[in-house]
């Protein structure tokens, strides 16, 4: 069973560089993420203000549902209930598609950071997910997962890794109405 639980990635400042550690911090593989110091400070505070959810699950049928309940128990922790659905469904749809289409596991991210709330499916394939056209048949049973993903947020798409060895692909929310 995945462990739904929250996973705190904390900020570690060593030899005056701040860094990011992925699970536990090695000094070896620290790497600087800002031109100065200055610049590092202010981008720890803004990391200091968001919250982070992750999951690492096996590529099967069941991986869809495992994050929707990762999504929904963040935004339920996160006091975004209003979000919630909208969530679970895009990153269901997101997470279909690397079952369907990639290969190996998958990773899936929820940042709230400020008015946002940022979802990212990592899987092994670098080929881009390809939106099927709005004048498709209806009676697909496939092919309907990234249009409803365009619909329910308020910006998506995706990044090849540089290594060609798979992407992200990513959708955001507005967490906070605008101010009119």
């Known amino acids: 069973m995945a462990d739904l639980s929250t996973t705190v990635r904390p900020d570690v400042e060593a030899d005056g560089v701040v860094v990011r550690s992925k699970g536990r911090f090695n000094r070896q593989t620290a790497h600087q993420v800002s031109a100065s110091r200055t610049e590092a400070l202010g981008a720890a505070a803004v990391r200091a203000g968001q919250q982070r959810v992750e999951l690492h699950v096996r590529r099967n049928e069941a991986a869809p549902?495992?994050?929707?309940?990762?999504?929904?128990a963040a935004c339920d922790r996160w006091c975004l209930e209003d979000l919630r659905t909208s969530a679970q469904l895009i990153v269901s749809e997101l997470v279909t598609n690397a079952v369907r289409h990639a290969v190996g596991d998958i990773d899936v991210e929820a940042v709230l950071r400020g008015d946002f709330l940022h979802l990212r499916v990592h899987d092994g394939s670098p080929e881009p997910p390809v939106p099927v056209r709005s004048d498709a048949s209806i009676m697909r049973d496939s092919g309907r997962g990234l249009p409803i993903v365009a619909k329910y947020s308020s910006a998506w798409g995706f990044i090849v890794n540089q290594s060609q060895s798979g992407k992200v692909v990513w959708a955001t929310l507005r967490a906070c109405p605008r101010d009119t």
């Open 65 to 72: 549902t495992l994050a929707r309940a990762a999504v929904g």
